[in-house]
């Protein structure tokens, strides 16, 4: 079991495709005591991996004792982060506070489209130097992608580039329009072109010895079955089963993406928002709409909610971008 916690919306970019429109700290993000109970609610809960994220989180200044404290709890704390700051130094705090794991974006191998995207020039040199300061210390890291019309042909070679650095693994996300993002939801990639990579990755796993996890993308595992391909993966979209994040002024969501309120860890703790919210129970049943509630593959699959609740407005309804089943999306 997953848990995210954006553990500020204070942040030193301007990425156009931000979920959480970071930028400028609230006023009212959880404190250090508040975190450390929430922390402690969320071993209470079962949960196993905890992301501390944001925003960028390594500008919050409690993030190392946040971190520690997890690990004392014996969760396993992992960061996702941009990596612009990750100095030699900051990635020895990190490690010694327990930090087991740091995901770090690389969205092209062009700087420049890069650096754009991002909203800082010198963007994409700040954050490799970052990855090579989490090797230099022994701290495992792996890259993170969103994939966009722009960056569609290039993927596979930011898996190349992620293996010559040291990554233990390259995760490929799929851009869900909220936040910032909505603003650019056409950038999405289409149907067809999903599919089609998701193919790609999948056979890319098979001739690299680091780990490929197309992220947002449940239909992965149906077309892993496809091609006969094995992975370690067992459920496509966790949201509300395994995953929940809250966000830095407590509010409670089924992922990410899904900007739908479970309930807000100052008003109810955070067992009892996991285990009785409305969104969840219903999220739980797994009875979908349309297609997805038609298909032979919905043990492993799911459909992204965030996307069926962005696009039609209910999180239990068909994935707008799954070409398999009845009729076809472009």
């Known amino acids: 079991m997953i848990v995210s ?23 009212e993000e959880l404190t250090t005591a508040e975190g450390r109970s929430l922390i402690d609610e969320i071993a209470r809960a079962g949960f196993k991996i905890m992301i501390f994220s944001g925003g960028e989180p390594i500008m919050r200044d409690d993030l190392y004792e946040l971190a520690a ?38 969205d092209s191998m062009d700087k420049k489209a890069h650096d754009d995207l991002r909203g800082v020039h010198g963007s994409w040199d700040a954050a490799v130097d970052g990855m090579r300061a989490c090797r230099e210390v022994g701290l495992s890291f792996q890259v993170h992608t969103t994939v966009m019309d722009f960056n569609y042909e290039e993927v596979e070679q930011i898996t190349d580039f992620a293996l010559s650095v040291g990554a233990q693994a390259h995760h490929v996300f799929f851009l869900v329009p909220t936040g910032r993002a909505v603003e650019i939801a056409e950038a999405s990639i289409k149907a067809e072109q999903y599919e089609r990579l998701l193919r790609r990755l999948l056979e890319k796993q098979r001739h690299v010895p680091l780990e490929i996890k197309p992220t947002c993308a ?95 407005g209910d999180y239990m309804a068909e994935e707008p971008w799954c070409l398999y089943g009845a009729g076809r999306r472009s």
Request: charged letters at 20%.
């Open 5 to 27: 916690w954006n553990t500020t919306n204070e942040c030193n970019l301007k990425c156009a495709h931000c979920y959480r429109d970071a930028g400028t700290k609230k006023a």
């Open 69 to 106: 404290h997890a690990r004392d709890r014996g969760l396993r704390p992992v960061l996702g982060t941009n990596g612009t700051l990750i100095t030699p130094e900051v990635a020895g705090k990190l490690k010694e506070a327990g930090v087991m794991a740091v995901g770090i974006s690389l």
């Open 218 to 312: 449940p239909q992965f595992l149906r077309i892993a079955k496809q091609m006969g391909i094995n992975t370690r993966f067992t459920r496509g979209c966790l949201a509300g089963l395994s995953y929940c994040l809250i966000n830095p002024v407590g509010v409670v969501q089924a992922c990410a993406y899904l900007d739908f309120p479970a309930g807000n860890v100052r008003e109810a703790p955070f067992t009892t928002v996991w285990r009785e919210a409305e969104v969840f129970q219903r999220l739980r049943t797994r009875e979908y709409t349309g297609k997805c509630g038609r298909c032979e593959y919905n043990d492993v699959c799911g459909g992204c909610r965030a996307r069926a609740y962005f696009y039609f």
